[in-house]
Every structure is written in C-alpha cells, then in structure tokens.
C-alpha cells in the first residue's frame, strides 16, 4: 500500500519562496499521478496542483496558477511543490495525495485518492 510524508513546512514571509516534498513509500511513484491539496482554518480542503505519473500533464488551481509549480523525481519516489510569490492567504496545511486514476485526482479534485499524507504546515507571514 503506497504511503506519503511531506515535509518542508514552515514559516515565511509574504513574497517568499518555499519547497514542500512528498515522499513515497510501498510502492513505486510511476504508477500514480500526485496531488497537493491544502486546508486552511475554517475552510474546505482544495486541489493545489496535480502532475501525471509521466509529468506530461500538470493542473493547477486557480488561486495558485503562475505562482506554484509541481515537478517529481520518479527515481526518487518524490514529487515537489514549488511555491513562489507567497501570499498569508495560501497559510494552509498541505497534503499530498496520490492515486492511479489521473482523472479522478487531477481534473476531478477527488476527495477520496488512495492515499493522503499527514500534511504538513505552512504558514506565511505579512
């Protein structure tokens, strides 16, 4: 059963830069497409970004378009979130989530992928 660990998490400040990583373990990452997804307090969880199991196919919300980029290292059974231009509205925890149906998690957003990471805490600063 595939297992996820973000890490990179933290505080920065409002134009800054961070990089979150998802680590796959117990199966290999070229089976699935990933995604992040990120929940603020008081508000539903929503799709980030999303990457195919080739990288051919990248989806982005739209409050993040332009500004964040997904990649992955297949090799390494992990893919990234790179995040620029940060702004205190994207203080959220992000999740990664992966799943084989490339529809389902990067058109459709779903709820329910095979497997979600712990999350992890992201928090910018005005």
């Known amino acids: 059963q595939v297992q996820l660990v973000e890490s990179g998490g933290g505080l920065v400040q409002s134009g800054g830069s961070l990089t979150l990583s998802c680590a796959v373990s117990?199966?290999?990452?070229?089976?699935?497409?990933v995604a992040w997804f990120r929940q603020a307090p008081g508000k539903e969880r929503e799709g980030v970004a999303c990457i195919s199991y080739s990288s051919a196919s990248r989806t982005f919300g739209d409050s993040v378009q332009g500004r964040f980029d997904i990649s992955r290292d297949n090799a390494a059974n992990t893919v990234f979130l790179h995040m620029n231009s940060l702004k205190p509205e994207d203080t959220a925890v992000y999740y990664c989530?992966?799943?084989?149906?490339?529809?389902?998690?990067?058109?459709?957003?779903?709820?329910?992928?095979?497997?979600w990471g712990q999350g992890t805490q992201v928090t910018v600063s005005s």
């Open positions: 117990g199966s290999h990452l070229n089976y699935y497409s």
């Open positions: 989530a992966a799943d084989k149906n490339l529809v389902d998690l990067c058109a459709h957003w779903t709820p329910a992928p095979e497997a």
